[in-house]
Nanobody
Framework: QVQLVESGGGLVQAGGSLRLSCAASGRTFSRYHIGWFRQAPGKEREFVAAITRGVGSTYYSDYADSVKRRFTISRDDAKSTVYLQMDSLKPEDTAVYSC?????????????????WGQGTQVTVSS
């Protein structure tokens, strides 16, 4: 079992940056793919980015089109932590951001495939 805790959210002006962290407990963290999702008020939760478990020292990532080239996902398995660096933030990025873990064979954007979820952290981008 994996427990996830997000941090790093806050209020930032448009064009600014934030780095979210997703800290995991449990010895098997490195076996999981990790995804970031967000949910804005009145909207469904949506995929943001995901990163695979390591294949040797190689990791693969996937991004929603809306955040590609602005957000970067990374992980440090020694610290059991995944990061989401968010640059050039826009007001439409305002949402609660949650990280999640899944252990299927392939990286997926399907939130239904993710087994463990954090509580989320609020990101607010002012115009």
């Amino acid at each position: 079992q994996v427990q996830l805790v997000e941090s790093g959210g806050g209020l930032v002006q448009a064009g600014g940056s934030l780095r979210l962290s997703c800290a995991a407990s449990g010895r098997t963290f490195s076996r999981y793919h990790i995804g970031w999702f967000r949910q804005a008020p009145g909207k469904e939760r949506e995929f943001v980015a995901a990163i695979t478990r390591g294949v040797g020292s190689t990791y693969y990532s996937d991004y929603a089109d809306s955040v590609k080239r602005r957000f970067t996902i990374s992980r440090d398995d020694a610290k059991s932590t995944v990061y989401l660096q968010m640059d050039s933030l826009k007001p439409e990025d305002t949402a609660v951001y949650s990280c999640a873990a899944e252990s299927t064979l392939r990286l997926t954007r399907d939130l239904g495939k993710y087994d463990y979820w954090g509580q989320g952290t609020q990101v607010t981008v002012s115009s």
